[in-house]
């Protein structure tokens, strides 16, 4: 991305302050923050003194901008006035009551205050990071307990519905590239042995014993600021995917993603393993949290959080695979069979662990 596609963005929000019609900013310099696979973000400095966080909306991820934007702002507010000692980041604006740009190349941007002296980490580097991740996301959706969900916009139709992943699976058998089809059969059979999890998910959704929640749905290491100094976690970030959901989504994601010793583009697939210390971490730092919130139902089956959205995940990439690499970058051609393979053998490794360790027979 040039400088002619963020400056027009970065002088709107720079030019602007609360109970101020315009200001000088100075001269603005911008740096490029992560890894950009998404949204595009950026630190923008002015030599008058202030800097914040600028960042593009992805529209192809997020066709409608405006609901991510409108979600954030909606949760933000009532952080502002019905929360005690959750921090989010503060939205900056580009006029009056305007906190989403649409620059003249009809691309959108918005912007936050930047938190200073803070770090993020790709990987959780020991069990202690773990736990105060889970501690962090609990601590977010115990917050939002007595908000009522309906007032959240669905960023992504069934983005973490098991059963409608288990059908997408099922027409990409039928209406994939058929060479495809042929080297995944082994991998399809094994996951609709598995079949049972998508239909507990059904009956998660029926059962009044399981609550809409507000989820985070990204709930990943990486999306938590941490204080350079201290070690101690500032607050969670990166809240595009912020909408109802059920109580397996963030633990799940996290115990996919911080339990396994290696990530999902691992091909070493038989020393692929589950940390028990790393596992034991996060449930039990978001169980802290979320034990007086959850209902008997949730807390009976929360094990079921990474079963969950690990098989979800292997579906995913299995039914992208058979299509021909639709949603995924893929850096060969068999990336997402690979990928799809490694998240069947976590799942194994899962199922084996817990049953071994909890007596938990998914």
Same mark, same amino acid.
């Given at each position: 991305?040039?400088?002619?596609?963020?400056?027009?963005?970065?002088?709107?929000?720079? !030019?602007?302050?609360?109970?101020?019609?315009?200001?000088?900013?100075?001269?603005?310099?911008?740096?490029?923050?992560? !890894?950009?696979?998404? !949204?595009?973000?950026?630190?923008?400095?002015?030599?008058?003194?202030?800097?914040?966080?600028?960042?593009?909306?992805?529209?192809?991820?997020?066709?409608?901008?405006?609901?991510?934007?409108?979600?954030?702002?909606?949760?933000?507010?009532?952080?502002?006035?019905?929360?005690?000692? =959750?921090?989010?980041?503060?939205?900056?604006?580009?006029?009056?009551?305007?906190? =989403?740009?649409?620059?003249?190349?009809?691309? @959108?941007?918005?912007?936050?205050?930047?938190?200073?002296?803070?770090?993020? &980490?790709?990987?959780?580097?020991?069990?202690?990071?773990?736990?105060?991740?889970?501690?962090?996301?609990?601590?977010?959706?115990?917050?939002?307990?007595?908000?009522?969900?309906?007032?959240?916009?669905?960023?992504?139709?069934?983005? &973490? !519905?098991?059963?409608?992943? @288990?059908?997408?699976?099922?027409?990409?058998?039928?209406?994939? =590239?058929?060479?495809?089809?042929?080297?995944?059969?082994?991998?399809?059979?094994?996951?609709?042995?598995?079949?049972?999890?998508?239909?507990?998910?059904?009956?998660?959704?029926?059962?009044?014993?399981?609550?809409?929640?507000?989820? &985070?749905?990204?709930?990943?290491?990486?999306?938590?600021?941490?204080?350079?100094?201290?070690?101690?976690?500032?607050?969670?970030?990166?809240?595009?995917?912020?909408?109802?959901?059920?109580?397996?989504?963030?633990?799940?994601?996290?115990?996919?993603?911080?339990?396994?010793?290696?990530?999902?583009? *691992?091909?070493?697939?038989?020393?692929?393993?589950?940390?028990?210390?790393? *596992?034991?971490?996060?449930?039990?730092?978001?169980?802290?949290?979320?034990?007086?919130?959850?209902?008997?139902?949730?807390?009976?089956?929360?094990?079921?959080?990474?079963?969950?959205?690990?098989?979800?995940?292997?579906?995913?990439?299995?039914?992208?695979?058979?299509?021909?690499?639709? *949603?995924?970058?893929?850096?060969?051609?068999?990336?997402?069979?690979?990928?799809? =393979?490694?998240?069947?053998?976590?799942?194994?490794?899962?199922?084996?662990?817990?049953?071994?360790?909890?007596?938990?027979?998914?």
């Amino acid at each position: 991305m040039t400088a002619a596609d963020y400056q027009e963005a970065a002088f709107a929000f720079a !030019n602007y302050h609360a109970g101020m019609c315009k200001l000088t900013p100075g001269k603005i310099s911008v740096l490029p923050l992560g !890894n950009g696979l998404i !949204n595009h973000t950026y630190k923008v400095s002015c030599s008058s003194g202030h800097f914040f966080l600028l960042q593009q909306i992805n529209k192809n991820v997020f066709p409608r901008p405006q609901d991510v934007q409108e979600n954030y702002i909606t949760i933000w507010k009532y952080a502002e006035t019905e929360i005690k000692g =959750l921090k989010l980041p503060a939205p900056r604006y580009c006029d009056k009551m305007v906190s =989403l740009f649409m620059d003249s190349s009809g691309n @959108y941007w918005r912007s936050f205050e930047f938190i200073k002296d803070s770090v993020t &980490h790709s990987i959780a580097q020991k069990p202690q990071q773990a736990k105060a991740t889970a501690k962090a996301f609990a601590k977010f959706t115990s917050a939002f307990s007595k908000f009522d969900v309906d007032q959240l916009k669905i960023i992504i139709p069934d983005f &973490h !519905n098991v059963s409608f992943r @288990y059908e997408q699976m099922e027409q990409a058998e039928k209406k994939g =590239l058929p060479e495809r089809i042929e080297k995944a059969k082994s991998l399809l059979r094994e996951l609709r042995e598995r079949e049972r999890y998508s239909q507990f998910y059904e009956m998660i959704t029926g059962s009044d014993d399981f609550l809409l929640r507000v989820m &985070h749905h990204d709930a990943k290491i990486s999306n938590v600021l941490f204080n350079k100094t201290t070690g101690r976690i500032i607050c969670p970030v990166d809240f595009d995917t912020v909408m109802p959901g059920y109580f397996f989504s963030d633990p799940g994601d996290m115990i996919r993603s911080m339990a396994c010793n290696y990530d999902e583009n *691992y091909q070493y697939f038989e020393k692929i393993r589950i940390r028990k210390s790393y *596992y034991e971490a996060i449930i039990s730092g978001y169980m802290s949290v979320m034990w007086k919130y959850f209902t008997a139902s949730e807390k009976k089956y929360i094990h079921y959080s990474g079963i969950l959205m690990i098989y979800m995940q292997a579906m995913r990439f299995l039914t992208d695979f058979m299509y021909g690499g639709i *949603y995924y970058k893929v850096e060969y051609k068999g990336q997402n069979f690979d990928r799809a =393979l490694n998240q069947l053998t976590l799942l194994k490794r899962l199922e084996e662990f817990l049953e071994s360790e909890y007596g938990f027979k998914p």
